[in-house]
């Protein structure tokens, strides 16, 4: 047993990293956490941060886990170092690489930043008397019991950029602020981007402190979009509405000593209707533009070198770059007489990049044609137009013409000579054509056999089957909806198995990102729910309409609550971890197992 832990953990990859330091209040305390896995060595020299000065350290702390998987054992061992400092001075810090000798390997860090957030307006400068109030929320001065003002509670809805252009992308973020611990966050109207095509970016479970309108809060991102406005002019976002149960501490008095008890209020607050000022595109606009805006190149080619008449072939027209390229126009290009072409068919490639501010990818238009004459004939290169928010300009991509040559094609059988046949085969002779004076053969006639009319009809039957067959086809590629039905377990099933992969390695807040957005994601696609409309209340009344009891309605919405809760809890339990998997778990089978009314 001892040998193969030692061979399982000589097969894992050293490492050496900082655990990201999250931002930190002017005055505080605070820690700098280096983590070297799946290996030994002497703690590192302390770094020095620019206005930051070194209580102690470093202290140390180990951590080992072990899992057999189908007879399969593996472990990993990591240990931490962790240097306590005092923020002296608001501003950027970074932190630089730092090294470490680990087992005869020197391992280094990257280096990173974190910012010192200076105190609240308010706030006195002395914390020599902070509260323990102020101490379980991380530092951000709560407010006395029973006072809760707008200030200490909002949510805000806001652009990256003040002004774009029409189809220029644009990033919408709805942020929580806070100066409370919450147990519970439900979403009851969500904001309403009209006026824009809307792209779901991921979201980053994690909580952070960050300095705004002169107060320190705790923030949290509640949902970012990718957006492509669609009209020019001022577009503005509506406010949403959102039920929050937050925590407040009471002093009580013990007679020899005092202290804290935790009350919860109800607050139901509004986030900020925002606006954007969407910009025209500049006229005149030139010939041939659809309506790209971003920056993009233009290919064109054949699938073969060789044509022939009566023979299939494809031209393909291949745009890509980043920009708007999931909501270009199929480009028309313009075929020479003597070639019949088909319908084309358009295949997308999308990725969003830069931290989600933009999309890339490749749309690629493949048009199906088939020769008819023998000669040489061109392609017209169709000129791609599009628009650069950059350079506020105009760009014509020039397409060549394509010319290409045609061969006639196979279109008749070879005709073979006629051979005589070996005098030892008696069985097969040659085929006589008729001459004139010849006796006419009799020709017997079956239109009144049983075995006629039964081929008949088996072979209607048989074309009726396959025309029901594809017409089903059809039917099923055109329900767009019915497919995100049909996957929507085996898709769940995945992102559970990611989020398993991060229980397992103890990283509570990726499980609680991957673990959301496995419920979120699965319930969009069961209940044919866009992800704009994900609530509490639209997922209920779908639930019920779909035939899921009442208790199992509750059960999934309590695993969604626990989900969201988890941004605003810091620390969880392997247990709580583990049974909040499986309750996932054992609803998706419970919905799975329900018969849809």
């Not at 990611?498 to 609680?512: I, L, P, Q, S, V």
Request: glycine letters at 6%; a neutral charge.
């Amino acid at each position: 047993m001892l040998l193969a832990m030692a061979v399982s953990l000589a097969a894992v990859a050293q490492s050496f990293s900082l655990v990201q330091p999250r931002n930190v209040i002017e005055g505080r305390n605070f820690n700098i956490t280096f983590r070297l896995s799946d290996s030994e060595g002497n703690p590192p020299a302390a770094p020095q941060l620019e206005g930051c000065t070194l209580l102690y350290g470093p202290s140390t702390s180990t951590m080992q886990s072990t899992q057999i998987i189908n007879g399969k054992m593996t472990s990993s061992y990591s240990i931490d170092f962790s240097f306590v400092y005092r923020a002296d001075k608001a501003g950027d810090v970074q932190i630089p690489s730092v090294s470490i000798n680990a087992d005869g390997k020197t391992l280094h860090s990257k280096p990173a930043s974190f910012k010192i957030l200076p105190p609240n307006r308010t706030q006195s400068q002395s914390y020599s008397n902070a509260s323990s109030s102020q101490q379980q929320s991380g530092g951000v001065s709560a407010p006395e019991p029973g006072r809760i003002s707008s200030d200490d509670l909002l949510v805000r809805v806001f652009f990256s950029k003040s002004s774009v252009y029409e189809q220029e992308p644009v990033v919408a973020t709805i942020k929580v602020y806070t100066k409370f611990d919450i147990s519970s966050f439900l979403v009851t109207t969500q904001p309403a981007f009209e006026g824009f095509l809307t792209e779901e970016l991921p979201v980053d479970m994690e909580t952070s402190i960050e300095h705004y309108n002169g107060q320190n809060y705790h923030t949290a991102v509640l949902k970012r979009l990718l957006l492509y406005p669609q009209r020019s002019g001022k577009l503005s976002v509506n406010s949403g509405k959102y039920d929050v149960t937050i925590v407040q501490y009471e002093t009580v008095n013990m007679g020899f000593f005092r202290t804290q008890r935790p009350v919860e209020r109800e607050v139901t607050t509004s986030s900020n209707a925002a606006s954007l000022q969407v910009n025209p595109l500049p006229e005149p606009k030139p010939a041939g533009f659809n309506g790209a805006v971003g920056v993009f190149t233009v290919d064109t080619r054949l699938d073969t070198e060789l044509l022939r008449t009566n023979e299939a072939a494809v031209y393909s027209y291949i745009i890509k770059g980043r920009g708007n390229i999931k909501y270009l126009s199929e480009p028309s290009v313009q075929f020479p007489a003597g070639i019949d072409v088909y319908t084309p068919k358009t295949d997308i490639e999308a990725n969003i990049i830069g931290g989600g501010t933009n999309m890339s990818g490749a749309y690629t238009t493949d048009f199906t044609f088939v020769p008819q004459e023998v000669g040489n004939f061109t392609i017209d290169g169709t000129d791609f137009v599009y628009f650069n928010p950059e350079t506020k300009k105009y760009v014509t991509v020039d397409v060549p013409d394509m010319p290409i040559k045609v061969l006639k094609g196979n279109s008749s059988a070879a005709v073979v000579e006629q051979k005589n046949i070996d005098n030892t085969i008696n069985d097969i002779l040659h085929i006589h054509p008729v001459r004139p004076g010849d006796q006419k053969m009799e020709v017997a006639y079956h239109f009144s056999s049983t075995y006629y009319w039964l081929a008949y009809v088996i072979v209607a039957l048989v074309l009726i089957g396959l025309i029901v067959i594809y017409r089903r086809h059809i039917r099923l590629e055109a329900d767009v909806v019915g497919r995100k039905l049909a996957k929507a377990s085996r898709v769940a099933t995945k992102r559970l198995k990611a989020a398993r992969g991060f229980m397992d390695r103890h990283e509570n807040d990726k499980f609680y990102a991957a673990l959301s957005g496995a419920l979120w994601g699965y319930m969009s696609d069961k209940l044919s729910i866009p992800a704009s409309q994900l609530t509490r209340e639209n997922i209920s009344s779908k639930l019920e309409a779909y035939g899921v009891s009442e208790d199992k309605i509750k059960d999934v919405l309590d695993v969604l609550d626990r989900c969201e809760m988890a941004r605003f809890t810091p620390t969880h339990s392997d247990d709580e971890v583990a049974e909040l998997y499986s309750k996932a778990s054992q609803v998706i089978n419970n919905i799975e197992n329900t018969k849809k009314r």
